[in-house]
């Protein structure tokens, strides 16, 4: 029997993906439209048998993948990637309706992450390993390049779509078997993704996918679980801490993609209305809602009355709105506990002394969340607001003026975090001295950052561990192994 597709969206089930067929869970959960209020759609709720099921599984998928040639893999996700990209429209218009993004947003994330999937498509016919003939006396030696296992990862709901293509493209091209569990508000994109990947004659058991609403049982479960080998999760540093910690006893491989506090460094010789517009980008896309946004701005004096003026009222021109209407520049946060959370920080900003200039009244509110209008913190005094050691993961930038570029440095290292960075300077060499001095996973010299598949991914400190992206993002989903062969009398 054929069904109609799930919101207009091919191959879409509001189910689980259990050894390559879409299967029924004993409960389902509702999930919502942040921009309405309204249900958008119930998935199956998977729980701890679910997980022991895709486990299994990918384990019995492994061999079979990973002894797949480089080239047939490629073929099954290049054919995913052009499913994918024929469903870019209707699974963007899915993306924007459970998180709330605006609808061109969405188009983009969605090609981006066609894009990434393409990429780590050839990539796994690029796998080449190393003979060493004659190493030692009477020794040859190979080094090769093995799938690490099976992969448990686990996504968030900010970048729904290009988060699982960063993390299940690279496993699948390096020969590993996947178990995806998405987050809980943003179920329906990894959905679609993985209906493509299905479509396109992905084996039985290679990517499993499990939709819960209890993602503390099921994530514990899963990278607990004795048969998965590697975790890769994106998301908060707090849950990210507790990972590591679950993966520490089996000495587990683990990658992780945490939260980001992003310093911006505007230098005085800056060209202003370039530093103004690339700074809105890089803090109010997505609602604020990105792991690299620009969060505190740094000033140099001799500029920061004219910058402050100019981002204000850059600022105070975002259109918070519908998302599926053109023009929108803000959708609504994701939940209302993140429209608390934002408030909660801003008061607690002006009480240390830092000034609202614009913003911050909660706008739209309904049964979901609600929108936040997008907000300018300015610290004037010498001491920076203790709270901006937080992340704040919403449409809210703080602005602090620095003398020296010294002073400039050392206010943006101030932190426990490094994940990105921005420089904005009036020559590129001036910016990139200082981008050299910034510690940081990706710094952005006189520009927001872009998404490139070549260009390694990641964060110092409790930004996370390891990198995705690049060939360095497919290198973590490997075990490296030395064999050496002694030549006979
Ligand atoms: P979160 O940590 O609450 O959720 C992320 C994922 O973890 C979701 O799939 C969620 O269901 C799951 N999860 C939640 N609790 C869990 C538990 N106890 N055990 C196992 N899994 C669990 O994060 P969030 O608040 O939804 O996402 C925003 C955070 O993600 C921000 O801090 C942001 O900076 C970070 N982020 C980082 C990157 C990056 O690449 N570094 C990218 C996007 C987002």
């Known amino acids: 029997m054929t069904r109609e597709p799930l919101l207009g969206v091919p191959g879409l089930r509001p ?9 029924a869970a004993a409960a389902t959960f509702a999930v919502g439209n942040p921009a309405t209020g309204e249900r958008i759609a119930d998935v199956a709720d998977a729980g701890l048998a679910e997980v022991d099921l895709a486990v299994a599984a990918a384990a019995a998928a492994l061999p079979g993948w990973a002894a797949t040639p480089g080239w047939q893999r490629y073929r099954v996700l290049a054919d995913g990637a052009r499913l994918l990209a024929e469903r870019v429209e209707a699974i963007a218009r899915v993306m924007s309706l459970e998180t709330g993004k605006p609808i061109a947003e969405s ?17 796994a016919a690029r796998l080449p390993g190393e003979y060493w003939p004659g190493v030692a006396p009477g020794r040859d030696a190979y080094v090769v390049k093995e799938p690490v296992g099976v992969v448990a990862a686990i996504t968030p709901w900010n970048f729904p779509g290009f988060m699982v293509a960063c993390k299940v493209g690279a496993a699948l091209a390096a020969g590993c078997a996947v178990v995806l569990k998405p987050a809980e508000q943003t179920p329906l994109t990894a959905l679609a993704i993985a209906a493509a990947l299905h479509d396109a004659g992905l084996p039985a058991g290679v990517l499993g996918v499990l939709t819960t609403s209890d993602p ?3 994530g514990t479960a899963l990278v607990t679980h004795p048969d998965v080998a590697c975790v890769t999760f994106t ?6 801490e507790r990972l590591l910690a679950l993966a520490a006893p089996a000495i587990k491989r683990v990658l992780l993609e945490l939260g980001g506090n992003a310093p911006v460094v505007v230098l005085d010789d800056a060209v202003l209305d370039d530093a103004v517009a690339q700074v809105v980008r890089a803090r109010y896309l997505n609602a604020g809602q990105a792991c690299v946004a620009a969060n505190r701005v740094y000033v140099q004096r001799g500029i920061a009355e004219a910058f402050t003026e100019r981002f204000v009222a850059a600022v105070r021109a975002l259109r918070p709105g519908d998302p599926f209407e053109a023009g929108t520049d803000l959708g609504p946060l994701i939940e209302l506990a993140a429209v608390e959370r934002l408030e909660r920080q801003v008061a607690t900003a002006t009480e240390q002394g830092a000034r609202l200039a614009t913003g911050g009244a909660r706008l739209g509110e309904n049964a979901v969340s609600a929108w936040l209008e997008p907000a300018v913190l300015v610290a004037e005094g010498r001491a920076q607001p203790a709270v901006l050691a937080e992340e704040f993961f919403g449409p809210v930038a703080s602005v602090v003026v620095f003398d020296t570029e010294d002073e400039g440095v050392a206010l943006a290292n101030d932190t426990r975090y490094g994940l990105a960075a921005y420089v904005f300077a009036g020559t590129a060499d001036r910016g990139l001295a200082v981008a050299r001095r910034i510690r940081s996973g990706s710094v952005g010299v006189n520009g927001a950052l872009v998404s ?11 930004s996370g ?13 490997l075990e490296t192994k ?7 009398g």
Do not use: K
Not at 15 to 23: F, P, Q, S, Y
Not at 452 to 462: I, K, S, T, Y
Not at 465 to 477: D, M, Q, S, W, Y
């Open 235 to 240: 998301g908060s540093t707090a849950v990210g």
């Open 15 to 23: 189910e689980l993906l259990l050894d390559g067929a879409w299967r």
């Open 465 to 477: 561990l390891g990198r995705e992206r690049g060939r360095a993002g497919i290198e973590e989903f």
């Open 216 to 218: 503390a049982t099921v």
């Open 482 to 488: 030395t064999i050496q062969v002694a030549a006979r």
């Open 107 to 123: 188009v983009g994330e969605m090609r981006n992450t066609v894009r990434f999937l393409e990429w780590y498509s050839h990539e």
């Open 452 to 462: 490139e598949p070549a260009l390694p991914f990641g964060g110092m400190g409790e």
